[in-house]
């Protein structure tokens, strides 16, 4: 049976033409298709963004890999992520280092601890990009007077539940932030709780408020790519 290379993972042309079903309309050319550490979750982005170096986005998202803490979120999540840019990096996660913006986009597949599955919720997957969506007012005006915190101005844009396929639960937020005195960011987040309660699979996209809706629908193709879903062996 032939197969294709998606990202770091080997896949049969069956599965290819799920993931091709699933990003319908868009010819395979033009797109790299990313697939998951869990074998179920996947989704397209731009062939001509750049995929970011794995050990500064692990140092970005994870903090201090010398760090036993550091070290044991990693080997319980798998990461990746893609930069509009001609230099892609890590860095962008956040905030563009160059003006005018590109799109950036990171996807996370996090393994939950059995205390994490007794306590997950769709305001748990609203969080599950690591960034603020669903805290107190309170909790939020500490955490943004404390020196140094970077996320000021809050704005929700989009709060929605997906609907339940397979056992999948799901939410779709859009939000604005004001990132380290920059332009207003907003970031485009789905996240999905696998059917056995086991995962976290998030993606989200980041551009400032311009880029975003400039390149609406081109980040809204992105974003309805991703899905989670049990792909045939």
Same mark, same amino acid.
Request: proline share 5%; charged share 20%.
């Given at each position: 049976?032939?197969? =294709?290379?998606?990202?770091?993972?080997?896949?049969?042309?069956?599965?290819?033409?799920?993931?091709? +079903?699933?990003?319908?309309?868009?010819?395979? &050319?033009?797109? =790299?298709?990313?697939?998951?550490?869990?074998?179920?979750?996947?989704?397209?982005?731009? &062939?001509?963004?750049?995929?970011?170096?794995?050990? #500064?986005?692990?140092?970005?998202?994870?903090?201090?890999?010398?760090?036993?803490?550091?070290? #044991?979120?990693?080997?319980?999540?798998? =990461?990746? #992520?893609? /930069? +509009?840019?001609?230099?892609?990096?890590?860095?962008?996660?956040?905030? %563009?280092?160059?003006? %005018?913006?590109?799109?950036?986009?990171?996807?996370?597949?996090?393994?939950?601890?059995?205390?994490?599955?007794?306590?997950?919720?769709?305001?748990?997957?609203?969080?599950?990009? =690591?960034?603020?969506?669903?805290?107190?007012?309170?909790?939020?005006?500490?955490?943004?007077?404390?020196?140094?915190?970077?996320?000021?101005?809050?704005?929700?844009?989009?709060?929605?539940?997906?609907?339940?396929? /397979? +056992?999948?639960? *799901?939410?779709?937020?859009?939000?604005?932030?004001?990132?380290?005195? *920059?332009?207003? $960011?907003?970031?485009?987040?789905?996240?999905?709780?696998?059917?056995? *309660?086991?995962?976290?699979?998030?993606?989200?996209?980041?551009?400032?408020?311009?880029?975003? $809706?400039?390149?609406?629908?081109?980040? *809204?193709?992105?974003?309805?790519?991703?899905?989670?879903?049990?792909? %045939? +062996?």
């Amino acid at each position: 049976m032939e197969r =294709t290379r998606v990202g770091s993972r080997l896949i049969t042309t069956a599965m290819i033409a799920v993931l091709v +079903g699933a990003a319908a309309g868009c010819g395979g &050319a033009d797109f =790299t298709y990313v697939m998951g550490s869990d074998g179920q979750s996947y989704f397209k982005v731009p &062939a001509s963004w750049r995929k970011v170096d794995q050990k #500064a986005l692990d140092k970005r998202v994870f903090g201090d890999m010398s760090s036993a803490l550091a070290q #044991a979120k990693k080997k319980l999540s798998w =990461t990746v #992520a893609y /930069d +509009g840019f001609t230099t892609p990096s890590a860095d962008h996660l956040y905030v %563009p280092a160059a003006v %005018p913006d590109e799109p950036f986009v990171f996807a996370m597949v996090s393994n939950l601890t059995e205390k994490q599955r007794d306590a997950v919720s769709l305001d748990v997957l609203r969080n599950a990009a =690591t960034l603020p969506v669903v805290v107190s007012e309170e909790l939020r005006k500490q955490m943004e007077a404390t020196p140094g915190y970077a996320f000021k101005g809050f704005e929700l844009l989009k709060n929605e539940v997906l609907p339940p396929a /397979d +056992g999948v639960r *799901g939410v779709h937020v859009v939000y604005n932030y004001k990132v380290a005195g *920059g332009p207003v $960011q907003t970031f485009d987040q789905t996240a999905y709780l696998a059917a056995d *309660g086991t995962r976290v699979s998030v993606l989200l996209i980041r551009c400032s408020a311009t880029c975003y $809706q400039k390149r609406a629908e081109e980040l *809204g193709k992105i974003a309805q790519s991703f899905k989670v879903k049990r792909i %045939p +062996g």
